[in-house]
């Protein structure tokens, strides 16, 4: 950008955004956001996705960070549209995912009670945020821009900056503002003889287990060299499902109520637990009486569960040299055990994968699904059944997968596979959802034709929230209020301009998954499934 007195606050905000390397920006356009959207358009390295809510365009923010690592930006207008981002946000946040959200304010002169579009955006983002504020005066812009690019990088978390429509417009020189910059690697390791201390009660113990976790989607390679190195077990968190194929003969599968009990019986087994950038969730489920040594990059989070030894890191640089401390063992009867627990939790797999179920059972979708899909592909999962019959049916190779973890958040996966989408576009990337998650954000698919986008709408069309209705009967209510009226979501999917298969008898789902994944545009496989899961 050439400094001259055309030059505006939007064009160097635009331009700033370009030299941090973000490159996807999703929103909608409008009054007090125009000059920055104008600004965008005029460059060749920054596109604009224009959603069909604003909602969507934080969730695809959030899933391109997960699936990626690298920052996404959302960019709306003031008051509602601002506020539309809230629960996509709030996602990011719970998850962790680094963020910016930038956001028209109207003119300065309008700010307070009775603007039209007018809200406290300060006020309102303050509880999502890793740093939050509105550009007052021209001379900041850039340099809050960076910083707030800073914290959502470092802090792991959302970013939010309003930005007046007029102070948008107004001109600035490059020459003239300060910026602030950011670490291009936060490698953290632990100080002093922390790792000598993590080694020895590694090396003390006779059956120890790793449980792997988001936070070592990096380390997959170095957890696998630890388990070889002292014979131990991998399971893993939902979250971490697939960090290493499940095929491997280290991996036994994810720990808690939605894997299987071969993983909870080797957990409850062992004599010490080495969890490597775990969260913690109710939902994980670990025992506290078991020591436990921790490695996490999180501070907050070491000691939220009891532990025998700590170090403080990230997973991907902690792990290499603990692996060269730990004594070898001899491991043959540890794969046997292994071998035997895989071989059993598959046996029953394969019995719940009924092919001649009608309507379709979920066990039987997941097993084509992972039969049919490319080792490659990158997967979006909902909330909901469809979420929890890919968590303990669904067979991980070298795929990537995102989810809404810690908000499980419904509508998650329509938006999360656009983010996939544009991120890898060679890449056959699958959203598997719900009827119900998806009918709260089925405009999306507009957006997919729009831009091009091919990819894989799997629908279990179960015609009601059935994890409510599951929640509803454990808790001894009737079933109530869970029933969905649906479409023929494969016909939308043609009225849209993409394509779709609606799917009623097992033996045409391989063909039906096959015929999306070679399709050139948005294919939707609206599959009738049954929503009962046992019984």
């Known amino acids: 950008m050439t400094n001259s007195e055309s030059t505006t606050v939007a064009d160097l905000m635009a331009a700033e955004l370009a030299a941090w390397g973000i490159r996807l920006i999703f929103g909608m356009p409008g009054e007090s956001s125009l000059p920055l959207v104008d600004a965008i358009r005029r460059r060749d390295d920054l596109r604009y996705i224009v959603v069909r809510h604003e909602e969507t365009a934080a969730m695809a923010a959030s899933a391109y960070n997960k699936l990626t690592g690298g920052v996404a930006v959302c960019l709306t207008i003031a008051g509602p549209g601002a506020t539309n981002l809230a629960t996509g946000l ?5 998850d962790r995912a680094s963020v910016l959200a930038l956001n028209g304010q109207v003119k300065t002169q309008y700010v307070g009670p009775g603007g039209f579009q007018e809200i406290d955006q300060d006020a309102f983002f303050r509880p999502v945020t890793v740093f939050n504020n509105t550009i007052s005066d021209r001379s900041t812009a850039v340099e809050l821009l960076t910083r707030a690019l800073r914290h959502a990088i470092i802090d792991h978390g959302v ?20 910026r602030e910059a950011c ?24 059956r120890p287990v790793i449980v792997a976790g988001w936070g070592a989607m990096k380390a997959a390679g170095y957890v696998l060299d630890l388990a070889r190195k002292i014979g131990a077990p991998i399971v893993t968190t939902f979250r971490a499902k697939g960090i290493i194929p499940e095929d491997n003969e280290w991996v036994i599968g994810i720990h808690g109520h939605i894997g299987p009990p071969q993983a909870a019986e080797a957990v409850k087994d062992a004599d010490l637990l080495i969890t490597c950038g775990v969260g913690f969730s109710q939902y994980t489920g670990l025992p506290r009486d078991i020591p436990t040594v921790q490695v996490e990059i999180d501070p907050l989070r070491i000691g939220r569960h009891p532990f025998a030894a700590a170090l403080w890191g990230s997973v991907e640089h902690v792990l290499p040299d603990l692996v060269r401390r730990v004594r070898e063992r001899e491991s043959g009867a ?7 627990m895989k071989r ?12 001649d179920a009608v309507p379709l059972r979920p066990p039987y979708i997941m097993k084509i699904l992972s039969e049919t899909l490319p080792e490659d592909a990158v997967i979006t999962i909902d909330v909901g059944e469809n979420g929890w019959w890919f968590g303990r049916n669904f067979r991980m190779k070298n795929q990537r997968f995102a989810m809404s973890g810690y908000l499980g958040t419904m509508g998650f996966g329509l938006p999360g596979a656009i983010a996939g989408k544009l991120a890898y576009p060679d890449r056959t990337v699958v959203c598997i959802t719900g009827d119900g998650g998806f009918a709260m954000v089925m405009g999306e698919l507009l957006t997919a034709v729009k831009y091009n986008l091919p990819m894989v709408v799997v629908v279990l069309n179960n015609h009601e929230l059935a994890m409510i209705t599951q929640e509803q009967k454990e808790a001894h209510y009737p079933p109530y209020a869970t029933d969905l009226l649906n479409p023929d979501f494969a016909a939308y999917a043609g009225l849209c301009g993409g394509a779709g298969r609606r799917v009623t008898r097992p033996a045409d789902l391989r063909g039906a998954l096959t015929e999306a994944i070679e399709a050139d545009r948005p294919f939707v496989v609206d599959i009738e499934t049954d929503p ?3 019984e």
């Open 334 to 340: 540890v794969l046997q055990r292994i071998a035997g």
């Open 183 to 206: 670490l291009s690697d936060g490698a953290i390791v632990p100080a002093g003889d922390a790792a000598r201390r993590a080694a020895e009660v590694i090396d003390r113990a006779e």
């Open 344 to 355: 059993e939790w598959a046996e029953t797999l394969d019995r719940e994968a009924d092919p």
């Open 90 to 94: 709030y996602d990011a946040k719970e």
């Open 159 to 178: 970013a939010q900056l309003s930005v007046p429509s007029d102070i948008q417009k107004e001109s600035l020189s490059a020459s003239s503002c300060r």
């Open 532 to 534: 009962k899961r046992f």
